[in-house]
């Protein structure tokens, strides 16, 4: 378990940071130029990770951050199915012969498909890029859009990974956030799942919406951990209003302040601690024997665009409106305009609306980022010297230690990772700067 941090340290590093999914973090991205994707496409090797994003929800969450679209009619995914394929192809007509070890579907909702879609499209994937043995495929669920027969086709396709957004048991609670889900229906699906295998299930909790309280979060906790998933990821809920706009409903209905999200998180902590979880990274617990807490014990964990991950040096592809994706020294960004998408896809273009070619600098600082942001150790190079005086104050308040050149982030410093990363951050900007959600 995490030391729980004063509430004087709270209130001194609240600040806006990234999350560091990447460095340079996406608001840093820009056009690039005529051939660079396809260049770099020509240099991936080896086994490929690939993210898929299905924009599609039939009603917004107002915690939302996501690229989402909301749509009733779950058909209209058969033509976007079409379209993710088609994008695949436009892909791999550059990339030189490889098969998959990861493949990652997000959204929206990705279960938001119908099941026929749903095989045609995991089916067209891997008619594409061969299946190596024990490949990791993921898929975020919504459990209001899947029965038993539904989970069952997404088992014979062969994920071995289940992550569900609960966010809350609380009734009260999830009104508020506009999204009505029940305890039975969490346990009723992470039941069928269980009844054909041993898979990795993961649910996400969220702390910081309107209406939670030590009480009523207790009550979450205790059936959160009665379910047993292999991984709890324990998001702090992310209010960026000028960049989703839905969410400045729950600024109406009263946020959590400071204080009490960390005693929130306190109480998460120590539930799950209690429960034989490990914590990992900042934000994410494991049950024993999961293999992203073997990574985080040995110092290999990784972070991308999908969170923390085991799968060092993959190229990830990327396909669907938004989707980020991370090879051969660059970052590239699909269109987030459905119909622009389909329509570059249609004359034969990759969708990339913007991206950042790497520099030799990026590549030591995303280095750094990452491993004190999944591992809470780095060496840092001596000619950081604005970098070293700016600690000064967190290694003052025991957020980091010095041992020679490593440095490390303390227990305490753990609910300030973000802080302590920015301090590398040659692009940041003003702390002030509304880009980036507030750090606690």
């Not at 086994?47 to 107002?62: D, G, T």
């Not at 030189?96 to 909702?109: E, N, R, V």
Request: glycine content about 8%.
């Amino acid at each position: 378990m995490s030391q729980s941090p004063p509430t004087e340290l709270v209130e001194r590093y609240r600040t806006r940071a990234p999350r560091y999914t990447s460095y340079p973090t996406a608001p840093q991205f820009a056009p690039l130029g005529d051939g660079v994707v396809e260049a770099a496409l020509s240099r991936v090797s080896g086994p490929v990770s690939l993210y898929v994003h299905v924009p599609f929800c039939k009603h917004l969450c107002l915690y939302c951050g996501c690229h989402v679209e909301i749509r009733e009619t779950r058909s209209v995914g058969t033509a976007y199915v079409d379209g993710l394929l088609a994008e695949l192809d436009l892909q791999l007509k550059h990339v030189p012969p490889t098969s998959l070890d990861q493949l990652a579907l997000g959204g929206g909702t990705p279960t938001f498909l119908l099941p026929a879609d749903m095989e045609r499209l995991v089916r067209g994937v891997t008619a594409r890029l061969p299946r190596r043995p024990g490949a990791d495929f993921s898929i975020e669920i919504d459990p209001r859009t899947v029965d038993a027969a539904y989970l069952h086709t997404l088992v014979d396709l062969g994920f071995n990974r289940y992550s569900f957004g609960v966010q809350d048991f609380d009734p009260e609670v999830l009104a508020q956030v506009a999204r009505p889900q029940s305890y039975e229906q969490v346990r009723d699906a992470v039941d069928t799942l269980r009844s054909r295998g041993d898979f990795n299930l993961n649910l996400d909790l969220m702390y910081g919406l309107p209406g939670q309280n030590p009480e009523q979060f207790a009550r979450t906790l205790a059936q959160l951990v009665s379910l047993r998933p292999t991984r709890v990821a324990l998001f702090h809920y992310a209010h960026v209003p000028w960049l989703k706009p839905a969410q400045k409903v729950l600024e109406k209905k009263g946020l959590p302040d400071s204080v009490l999200k960390a005693q929130l998180f306190g109480m998460a902590d120590a539930a799950l601690g209690a429960a034989g979880y490990r914590i990992i990274g900042m934000d994410h617990y494991a049950l024993p024997g999961d293999e992203l807490l073997s990574a985080a014990e040995s110092g290999t964990l990784l972070r991308n665009f999908m969170g923390y991950t085991t799968r060092a040096g993959l190229d990830q592809l990327g396909v669907g409106v938004s989707a980020i994706a991370s090879f051969a020294g660059i970052y590239a960004q699909d269109l987030k305009s459905r119909a622009e998408w389909a329509a570059r896809i249609d004359a034969g273009l990759l969708p990339v609306e913007r991206g950042w070619v790497l520099s030799e600098e990026d590549v030591r600082r995303r280095s750094i980022i990452m491993e004190l942001f999944c591992n809470f150790s780095a060496d840092i190079p001596a000619d950081m010297v604005v970098e070293r005086n700016r600690l000064r104050p967190l290694e003052d308040d025991a957020l980091v230690t010095w041992s020679g050149q490593r440095l490390a982030v303390t227990p305490l410093g753990r609910h300030f990772v973000r802080n302590v990363c920015a301090v590398f951050d040659s692009y940041l900007e003003d702390p002030g700067n509304r880009r980036y959600s507030m750090t606690a």
